[in-house]
């Protein structure tokens, strides 16, 4: 019924027209928080995953530099995999190799 933008405010005008109920700004508010927690995750545990995962990460990959570090490592933020798509081609031409 809600979309990801809804705003507080939004929250309260639909409740009210599709639910026949008055809900409070503060209520609508913490209703939003509580929904992107369920559906996003908490944000604090979220990151206190990423040390378990490249612990994993060093074990499933024995590849590594002289001094015990990736020569690469990459992560993809769900914001910006969905993002991507939105995103348009350019084509870079390194204008030194240019005659």
């Not at 545990?45 to 499933?60: G, M, Q, T, W």
Request: contains cysteine; hydrophobic residues 40%; glycine residues 6%.
């Amino acid at each position: 019924m809600f979309t990801d933008h809804s705003i507080p405010k939004e929250i309260v005008h639909k409740a009210r027209t599709n639910l026949g109920v008055n809900i409070s700004y503060q209520k609508a508010w913490r209703a939003k928080e509580h929904m992107v927690k369920i559906l996003h995750g908490n944000t604090i545990e979220s990151y206190a995953l990423i040390s378990r995962f490249f612990d994993k990460l060093v074990e499933s990959n024995p590849e590594m530099d002289d001094s015990g570090h990736f020569k690469f490592c990459f992560m993809a933020f769900g914001a910006l995999i969905e993002g991507w798509k939105y995103c348009r081609p350019i084509i870079s031409i390194d204008w030194t190799f240019l005659k």
